[in-house]
């Protein structure tokens, strides 16, 4: 597989004001990501709320220019190719389905949206390619002049979903699409999501809290803190013999669906840290159970280790040693 994204050493950052006589602070919300994503591939991107996760697919979709570094698609610079094109390429399908979708239109109207912006379809070519796309997400045709209010949840993100579709893009971003969803109702998008994959070869970059859905269905797994890129890997070594402590730290906290379970123990102590006043060296160090005095002072570079790249000080001999990183491969 050849990669559609190439991700260099991206950074996007915000002004945030705090007066009209001070100088504003700077959110470092993304903060030198590097990744490719590969045709037909699922890269699945993972942190808490706040990590920059949400920041770097508006980016990707080009909402959010960024400040430093380089977004490739397909061999070209995003920053090259018209807000059209990258719309026709690139497509998102959001969290809240509702939120989401113009209340004020119908299903035909909202799925046809991506189709009437770049105006080369007849009323009849709309008409049918609206048709196509909803039986492939399973919407029912007497739906097609509901309006989104009308719709239960799963409904509308199947309506989201067959929006972002319609254009037959190649990659499709998806924002914690099943997050708002219940238990079942999840299930069935994601396997909708699957499927569609497999028919249409699509490649995704999927954001999500939830470790369990992303084991399922991603093929490499970014973890990302504090705007920055900790662990990559496949997803079953980054998730089973996890190296970075934070990403330890993620999987005690998932929930086991096992009523004689008890709920997992608070995973982390203190609040997320100050993103416009981020600590020195490696960002997590105050959080961190195995933090040494370089963690303190010095920002960790990116070291591949077995098929997964880290940056963590264990690893670069720089914190307790190798030695110490080999133990808590061992314990992982």
Same mark, same amino acid.
């Given at each position: 597989? /050849?990669?559609?994204?190439?991700?260099?050493?991206?950074?996007?950052?915000?002004?945030?004001?705090? =007066?009209?006589?001070?100088?504003?602070?700077?959110?470092?919300?993304?903060?030198?990501?590097? &990744?490719?994503?590969?045709? =037909?591939?699922?890269?699945?991107?993972?942190?808490?709320?706040?990590?920059?996760?949400?920041?770097?697919?508006?980016?990707?979709?080009?909402?959010?220019?960024?400040?430093?570094?380089?977004?490739? &698609?397909?061999?070209?610079?995003?920053?090259?190719?018209?807000?059209?094109?990258?719309?026709?390429?690139?497509?998102?399908?959001?969290?809240?389905?509702?939120?989401?979708?113009?209340?004020?239109?119908?299903?035909?109207?909202?799925? +046809?949206?991506?189709?009437?912006?770049?105006?080369?379809? @007849?009323?009849?070519? $709309?008409?049918?390619?609206?048709?196509?796309?909803?039986?492939?997400?399973?919407?029912?045709?007497?739906?097609?002049?509901?309006?989104?209010?009308?719709?239960?949840?799963?409904?509308?993100?199947?309506?989201?979903?067959? $929006? +972002?579709?319609? @254009?037959?893009?190649?990659?499709?971003?998806?924002?914690?699409?099943?997050?708002?969803?219940?238990?079942?109702?999840?299930?069935?998008?994601?396997?909708?999501?699957?499927?569609?994959?497999?028919? &249409?070869?699509?490649? #995704?970059?999927?954001?999500?809290?939830?470790?369990?859905?992303?084991?399922?269905?991603?093929?490499?797994?970014?973890?990302? #803190?504090?705007?920055?890129?900790?662990?990559?890997?496949?997803?079953?070594?980054?998730?089973? $013999?996890?190296?970075?402590? #934070?990403?330890?730290?993620?999987?005690?906290?998932?929930?086991?669906?096992?009523?004689?379970?008890?709920?997992?123990?608070?995973? &982390?102590?203190?609040?997320?840290?100050?993103?416009?006043?981020?600590?020195?060296?490696?960002?997590?160090?105050?959080?961190?159970?195995?933090?040494?005095?370089?963690?303190?002072?010095?920002?960790?570079?990116?070291?591949?280790?077995?098929?997964?790249?880290? +940056?963590?000080?264990?690893?670069?001999?720089? +914190? /307790?040693?190798?030695?110490?990183?080999?133990?808590?491969?061992?314990?992982?």
């Amino acid at each position: 597989m /050849t990669a559609l994204l190439d991700v260099r050493e991206v950074r996007v950052e915000f002004p945030i004001r705090r =007066g009209l006589f001070q100088k504003p602070r700077i959110l470092h919300a993304v903060d030198g990501v590097s &990744f490719t994503v590969k045709r =037909g591939e699922v890269l699945s991107l993972v942190g808490e709320s706040g990590c920059g996760k949400s920041t770097l697919a508006k980016t990707l979709l080009g909402i959010h220019a960024p400040t430093s570094g380089c977004v490739t &698609f397909a061999g070209k610079d995003l920053k090259e190719l018209d807000r059209r094109e990258i719309a026709r390429q690139i497509q998102p399908v959001f969290q809240d389905p509702y939120s989401s979708l113009n209340p004020r239109k119908t299903v035909e109207d909202l799925i +046809a949206l991506p189709l009437d912006i770049r105006a080369q379809a @007849t009323s009849s070519q $709309r008409r049918e390619a609206v048709a196509e796309i909803m039986g492939l997400v399973g919407l029912s045709r007497r739906s097609i002049h509901a309006y989104p209010s009308q719709l239960s949840g799963g409904q509308r993100q199947r309506v989201a979903i067959a $929006r +972002a579709l319609i @254009t037959r893009p190649e990659l499709v971003v998806c924002d914690e699409p099943t997050s708002a969803l219940d238990v079942s109702v999840q299930a069935q998008i994601l396997n909708l999501l699957q499927d569609l994959k497999e028919k &249409f070869n699509l490649t #995704y970059v999927f954001i999500s809290h939830d470790l369990n859905v992303v084991r399922h269905f991603s093929d490499r797994v970014a973890v990302m #803190y504090l705007g920055r890129v900790v662990e990559l890997g496949d997803t079953e070594e980054v998730l089973g $013999r996890s190296l970075h402590p #934070y990403t330890r730290k993620l999987k005690q906290g998932v929930l086991v669906p096992d009523p004689s379970h008890r709920l997992p123990p608070p995973i &982390f102590d203190g609040g997320f840290p100050d993103p416009t006043n981020p600590p020195s060296g490696c960002h997590f160090h105050p959080r961190c159970p195995d933090a040494g005095e370089a963690c303190t002072a010095r920002r960790p570079g990116t070291v591949r280790h077995g098929s997964s790249t880290v +940056a963590c000080h264990l690893y670069t001999g720089l +914190a /307790t040693g190798h030695d110490a990183a080999n133990e808590k491969l061992e314990d992982a």
